[in-house]
Each structure stands twice: as structure tokens, then as C-alpha cells.
């Protein structure tokens, strides 16, 4: 059968848009490995930027280990080098307890010694004081002999003044003896506390030779231990440094990758819009394809909206500093973030509805809304507009795509084109990966001389 030029037209617009939904389809799985040579990337970098911090790390522990390893060693040599020393020391100790404790015997032996010049201090003592009395005796015997005793009254006055300075002088000599003897009973009880003490560190010697023999074979151990923790580590800065220019390799090869694959997406996105602009210029040939009966539709319910806004601007219901508001406020805790526009309440009051019937005239309407001129949808039909769930952000990003922002490829050619309307197959983000095939009509809208954005009415394949 041999075929028109309107159906080989048709046809070949069928194809166009078929081909246009397959660069797209593939452009969509480019960008996702594209996004996650990207992610990867980042992670690869993170991960190199861990190694490098590990190998500054390892260099710093293997410094350390060298340094302890020296210490070690020199701390071996200097117990080595003290323990004798503290042996010789240990034995001087030992001999000036033994001359303490003789001193102790020395002193006792001094306070037998001063006990006994006490004793002869006493005898002294008694001796004077019979001297006093004989002295006293003779005085009163020479002084009943008259004038013929006087040269005995002056010898007994003189024996009685030397008696009492005997006396006055063993005093004295007896109060020194005391606190001689109280001072050297002091020193002895000191040189005997001293003496104990010194016993009893003597008893000690012993267990610090002991103590220092095992100290001397804690650090000959710890110096093996430390010794063989650098040789590890001299392990593992050659394998960081071999796992550094791997990961280096990797991420040039991924940067090629990466970049090589961002120029394939662009000359599929490239192929995407030719073959749209082909679809396009069959579709406004005025050839009969599929596509009309929507095309027409989105034509009329343009129109129809349009009516109602130039309305509502005439009869003061709607401002028109409040239509073209894009002063985007954030909705709070929205995700994906949704904004409000001085038009929102407006769009959802009156257009809402109008959007709806549009959406229900076909089956394969998957639904119809307006686009501001940065991709701001101000409504959408009820069952894209249910109040966000928060935590789901898969269940928002399809069911509350009302006051979103939209940009993608299509929609920002039919925004910036001139024309009475535009069709485009592409396929529409759901989000996380999530896609859906779809052929929308954009129709441009214009108010007060001014465009506004877009109607835009999407279908099914």
C-alpha cells in the first residue's frame, strides 16, 4: 500500500517525537550514571583526601615509634649504666646506717660517762657543805678563844667563803650536767629512730636491685615491641602510599569519564530538541496525527483561562501586580520546597476547577496547569495538589506538585520561544530516579502586553 504525504508526514512526526522520547530516555540514564560518576567522585575524593590524612598520620606514628625506639634504647643504657651505681649507692647507705647505729652506741656509752660526772658532782657538793659546817664550827671556836685566835677566825672565814663558792660552783656545774644529759638522752632516742629506719631501708636494698632488674627488662621488651611497630608501619606507608596513586588513576579515569559522558548528554539533548522541533513543525502543518485532538484542546482551555484572568484584571478581582508576583515565598518544612505567590490564591480559587474538567475530558490527560515564566506552578489539578505528607518526599514530589518550581529543557524552550503553541515529548521527573514518558502542548500566555508563562496540558503516549 502506498501511502499519502500526509501520512508519510505523520509518520515521520510519530517518529520524530518516538525519537525524541528515546534521546531523552537515554539522556535520562546518562544523567543518572553521570550523577553517580559524580557521586562517586566526591566520595572517591573524600576517600583520597582519608588516605592522604592516613599516610601524614602514619608518617607522624612512625616518627614517633623511631623516637621511642631511641628513648627506649637510651633508657636502657642509663639503667645499665645506674644500676651499679645505684648498688654502690645502695652499700654507702648501708655503711652510714652502721656508723649511725655506732654513733647511737658511742652516745650511750657519753651518757654513762656524763652520769658519772654527775655522781662526783654530788660527792663535790657534800664535800662542800661539810666544809661550810666545819668552817662555821671553827668561826665559833676562834671566837671563844678571844684576841689569840684571830689568825684562826680569818682562816675559817676563808674556808667558809671558799666552801660556799664550791658549793655555788658545783650548782652550776650540776644544772650543765643535767641539760647535757637531757640534750644527749634527746640526740640518742633521734640517733636510735634514725637507726631503725635506717634498718629497715637497709632491708630494702634488696627489692630495688630487684625492682630495677625488672624495669631494666620492661624496657629491653617495649624497645623490641616498638622496634617491630616500625617495621609495620614502613609496611603500611607503602601500602597507603600504593592505594594513593591507585585512587589517583581512578579519579582521572572518572573525571574523563564523567566529562566524556556530560558531552554525550549534550549532543543527545541536542538530538532531543531537533527531533522535537521536527515534531513540532509536522504538528503545525495542519496534517492530521494523533496529537491534534490535544493540541485543540489545549488551544481552548488556554483560552478559557486566559478569559478569566483578563477578567478577574478588568473587574479589580485579581491584581496584577499580584499575577506576575514572583516574590516566591518558601512554604516552611515543604520538601520538595513549595512557594507562595501573590496569584496563588487566586489559581487555586478559580482555576483549580477549570484545570480539573480539562484533566477529565480524556483518559490520557495526565494533567493540565499553568507555568510562570521561571517554572513556578501557582495551582495544579486537585489530584497534584493534596497537602504534602512530611518524611515523603517521593509521595510530594507526584501528588503536591502544585506551588513547585519546574525547569527542564522543554519547558524552558517554550517559555523563551515565540509562537502561538508548542509541542514537545520528554520525559516528566518524578524524583528519585523516577521517570514518566509524556507529550505536553505549551501555550504561551500573555497579559497586559506582558507574557506571563504558560498553559501546559500533558498526555500519554
Not at 139 to 157: L, N, P
Request: contains cysteine; aromatic residues 6%.
Amino acid at each position: 500500500m502506498i501511502l499519502g504525504t500526509d501520512e508519510h508526514l505523520a509518520r515521520l512526526g510519530e517518529q520524530c517525537g518516538d525519537f525524541a522520547l528515546q534521546c531523552s530516555d537515554v539522556a535520562g540514564f546518562v544523567s543518572q550514571v553521570n550523577q553517580r560518576i559524580e557521586d562517586d567522585h566526591g566520595r572517591l575524593e573524600t576517600l583520597r583526601d582519608s588516605v592522604a590524612r592516613l599516610s601524614m598520620l602514619q608518617g607522624e606514628a612512625h616518627d614517633a615509634a623511631t623516637e621511642i625506639r631511641e628513648v627506649a634504647e637510651r633508657a636502657t643504657g642509663l639503667i645499665s649504666d645506674s644500676h651499679g651505681a645505684v648498688i654502690d649507692a645502695l652499700g654507702e647507705i648501708g655503711g652510714l646506717i652502721d656508723d649511725v647505729v655506732r654513733i647511737g652506741d658511742e652516745l650511750a656509752g657519753f651518757t654513762q660517762a656524763i652520769e658519772h660526772v654527775a655522781a662526783v658532782s654530788g660527792k663535790l657538793d657534800a664535800i662542800a657543805r661539810q666544809t661550810g659546817i666545819l668552817a662555821i664550827n671553827a668561826t665559833i671556836e676562834a671566837a671563844r678563844a678571844g684576841e689569840s685566835a684571830s689568825g684562826f677566825a680569818a682562816v675559817a672565814g676563808e674556808v667558809k667563803r671558799l666552801a660556799g663558792s664550791a658549793r655555788e660552783a658545783t650548782a652550776s656545774v650540776r644544772g650543765s650536767i643535767e641539760r647535757l644529759d637531757r640534750s644527749a638522752w634527746r640526740v640518742i632516742g633521734d640517733m636510735q629512730a634514725s637507726a631503725e629506719r635506717g634498718r629497715a631501708a637497709r632491708s630494702r636494698a634488696g627489692e630495688i636491685s630487684g625492682t630495677l632488674e625488672r624495669i631494666a627488662a620492661l624496657v629491653t621488651q617495649f624497645d623490641q615491641q616498638s622496634a617491630a611497630i616500625a617495621r609495620a608501619g614502613e609496611d603500611v606507608t607503602r601500602h597507603v602510599a600504593t592505594l594513593d596513586d591507585g585512587l589517583g588513576a581512578f579519579l582521572m579515569r572518572g573525571t574523563e569519564n564523567a566529562a566524556e559522558l556530560a558531552r554525550t548528554r549534550q549532543r543527545l539533548d541536542d538530538l532531543e530538541s531537533a527531533s522535537n522541533r521536527m515534531l513540532d513543525q509536522v504538528a503545525h502543518s495542519g496534517i492530521a496525527t494523533p496529537d491534534r485532538r490535544f493540541i485543540d484542546l489545549a488551544l481552548d482551555e488556554a483560552a478559557h483561562a486566559g478569559r478569566l484572568i483578563a477578567d478577574a484584571l478588568a473587574a479589580g478581582r485579581l491584581a496584577e501586580a499580584d499575577l506576575f508576583d514572583t516574590g516566591y515565598r518558601a512554604v516552611p518544612d515543604s520538601d520538595p520546597p513549595q512557594f507562595l505567590t501573590g496569584f496563588v490564591p487566586f489559581a487555586d480559587r478559580e482555576l483549580r476547577p477549570l484545570l480539573d474538567a480539562a484533566t477529565a475530558r480524556d483518559p490520557a490527560i495526565v494533567g493540565c496547569c499553568l507555568i510562570d515564566r521561571n517554572g513556578h506552578l501557582p495551582t495544579h489539578i486537585s489530584a497534584r495538589s493534596e497537602p504534602q505528607r512530611p518524611g515523603d518526599r517521593i509521595w510530594n514530589a507526584e501528588h503536591a506538585r502544585n506551588r513547585q518550581i519546574f525547569m527542564d529543557r522543554q519547558t524552558r524552550d517554550a517559555l523563551d520561544r515565540e509562537g502561538d503553541w508548542f509541542l514537545y515529548t520528554y520525559r516528566q521527573d518524578l524524583g528519585e530516579g523516577r521517570y514518566r514518558p509524556l507529550r505536553s502542548v505549551f501555550v504561551p500566555l500573555v497579559f497586559a502586553g506582558r507574557r506571563w508563562g504558560c498553559y501546559e496540558l500533558g498526555y500519554l503516549i
